[in-house]
């Protein structure tokens, strides 16, 4: 289940949080993630068949053609919504939250940790969705954990770094 946050004076809507190995599992049917065996979610893991999944990891090691795949199935499956990949523009303007502060939450960088899993305090690998505080709006992992993508209005796919923890986004 997809959580929603309606962004302010702008009539779209953008899931708070990254996708997670179940939710990619459940709509696509395998697990690309190479964070997805039991060392890396002790606790959580699971094995559907023959597939391995962190269910409360992001998915990452994905190529921009499977994320619009995996868009192109949600779109079949809801009567609701149609979903597509944010803007940059839109991106920026959910990861700010209406600040005009170096990083969302201040000026400071000694918060960052608070806010966003980084090469300092990841241990280099993925961390649960959603595990550190959002933003104002609401939104969280809008730095760190893993790359993002983006759809520039042009349809020329973009990555937008969402912090600098080292892994693939494509």
């Known amino acids: 289940e997809l959580d929603f946050i309606e962004t302010p004076t702008v009539r779209w809507a953008m899931e708070k949080n990254l996708v997670t190995q179940l939710q ?15 060392k890396h979610c002790p606790q959580t893991h699971r094995l559907i068949g023959s597939v391995e999944l962190c269910p409360d990891l992001p998915v990452e090691t994905f190529t921009f053609e499977q994320a619009q795949e995996f868009i192109k199935k949600i779109n079949f499956l809801s009567d609701e919504y149609s979903f597509r990949l944010p803007t940059s523009a839109e991106w920026e303007m959910a990861a700010r939250a209406g600040t ?67 892994v693939s986004a494509h």
């Open 100 to 166: 005009t502060t170096k990083y969302f939450f201040g000026n400071d960088a000694k918060d960052l940790d608070t806010y966003a899993w980084t090469y300092a305090n990841s241990d280099l690998q993925t961390h649960p969705v959603g595990s550190k505080k959002s933003n104002l709006w609401g939104f969280k992992d809008m730095l760190g954990n893993l790359w993002q993508f983006v759809d520039s209005p042009t349809d020329t796919p973009t990555t937008v770094i969402g912090g600098d923890v080292p």
């Open 24 to 38: 990619w599992f459940e709509i696509m049917g395998y697990n690309p993630s190479y964070f997805a065996e039991k």
